[in-house]
Nanobody
Framework: QVQLVESGGGLVQVGDSLRLSCVAS????????MGWFRQGPGKDREFVAT????????QYADSVKDRFTIARDNAKNTVYLQMNSLNPEDTAVYYC????????????????WGQGTQVTVSS
């Protein structure tokens, strides 16, 4: 089992930046692809970003490309999501997820999930 705990969310202004962290415990995430998803008010959960287990491959949703960056530090069992140029449409609960080996943009492919961290962007 992999337990995931997200942190770093908060209330920010338009144009601000935030860095989310996701710390894993229970086992090493060295062999796990990691993903970030989000769920805004009244919306379905949507894919944000994913990173391969070695960190050499990433993929982003079009809505966050060039603004968000996913990264990982396997030595710290941690995954990050750097979010820049935030806008109100980024307001959501952000979830970290893990799946063995290959990346995926589909939430149903992920085996383990965190509880989420709230990001609110005020205009």
């Amino acid at each position: 089992q992999v337990q995931l705990v997200e942190s770093g969310g908060g209330l920010v202004q338009v144009g601000d930046s935030l860095r989310l962290s996701c710390v894993a415990s229970g086992r090493s995430i060295n062999n796990y692809a990691m993903g970030w998803f989000r769920q805004g008010p009244g919306k379905d959960r949507e894919f944000v970003a994913t990173i391969s287990w070695r960190g050499d491959s990433t993929q982003y949703a079009d809505s966050v490309k060039d603004r968000f960056t996913i990264a990982r530090d396997n030595a710290k069992n941690t995954v990050y999501l750097q979010m820049n140029s935030l806008n109100p449409e980024d307001t959501a609960v952000y979830y970290c997820a893990a799946r063995p080996w290959g990346t995926s943009t589909f939430s149903h492919d992920y085996n383990f999930w965190g509880q989420g961290t709230q990001v609110t962007v005020s205009s």
